[in-house]
């Protein structure tokens, strides 16, 4: 009888472990099943995220060089500005103008027109009055006399340039100290005129300002003879001047 029990409860045990067994294994498949059907679902899925994705990176990508640029324009003007703030310093130093202007003298504005008809005699800038901006004031790029004021309103102004031919300024060229006149033709050539036959002068003298009055100091820098063009009868010769800014294009002046 006690054998009888044995046996019967040693088959119970038996076929409960067989039934727990096939049971964690068909668990155990169904998760792996389960698992590939995700992957396989996630994969038709990141087929029309694909461009959502890329989307995403190029404009992380693009705004993160759209930062860089502006930090770098951003330090390029700073460079400038002060760059052009040394370069008036030494001038004036040079000159022998005791006068050294402050970190906050030097200011800048922006070109607000430039018309083609007028591309080489005047531009707009957007300082007037307000600002303290008076006729006859010099007007700068990277530090080299480009012009100056001619016509001041309450927000703006308009700054002759030397290029244009109406513009005339008395000059020295510094090497040999050389009076003349600087003077544009119209079409974006710059002149020294009036300097004696029998001078010196050779391509690379330097060219400055001279004594004009207080607004437009001795020695600012204007740029560097280039060649003799022409010798006139009355014993006097014209240079050409390579200004030392590009006045062929530029968005921002100093004053």
Do not use: C
Request: no cysteine.
């Amino acid at each position: 009888m006690d054998n009888t029990r044995n046996t019967t409860r040693e088959w119970i045990h038996g076929l409960t472990a067989l039934i727990l067994a096939l049971f964690l294994l068909g668990v155990s498949s169904g998760l792996g099943i389960q698992k590939s059907i995700v992957d396989i679902w996630g994969a038709i899925l990141s087929i029309p995220e694909y461009p959502a994705v890329v989307m995403r990176e190029m404009y992380l990508g693009w705004r993160s060089w759209s930062r860089d640029k502006n930090s770098l324009n951003e330090e390029v003007t700073r460079l400038r500005n002060e760059n052009a703030k040394l370069r008036l310093d030494l001038a004036k130093i040079t000159s022998g103008n005791v006068y050294v202007a402050s970190q906050d003298e030097v200011r800048t504005a922006r070109v607000t027109l430039r018309a083609p008809m007028s591309w080489w005699s005047e531009i707009r800038i957007d300082r007037g009055e307000q600002d303290k901006i008076t006729q006859g004031l010099p007007v700068f790029y990277n530090g080299y006399l480009i012009g100056r004021v001619s016509n001041v309103s309450l927000m703006s102004s308009w700054a002759e340039l030397i290029t244009s031919s109406s513009f005339m300024i008395p000059a020295v060229i510094e090497e040999t100290r050389e009076l003349g006149v600087v003077a544009g033709d119209g079409n974006g050539t710059v002149l020294m005129k009036y300097i004696p036959v029998s001078r010196a002068v050779r391509a690379g003298m330097k060219v400055s300002t001279a004594m004009i009055g207080e607004q437009l100091p001795p020695g600012l820098p204007i740029g560097q003879i280039a060649g003799e063009i022409s010798t006139g009868a009355d014993g006097y010769a014209t240079y050409r001047i390579n200004p030392g800014a590009d006045l062929s294009r530029f968005y921002t002046v100093n004053y």
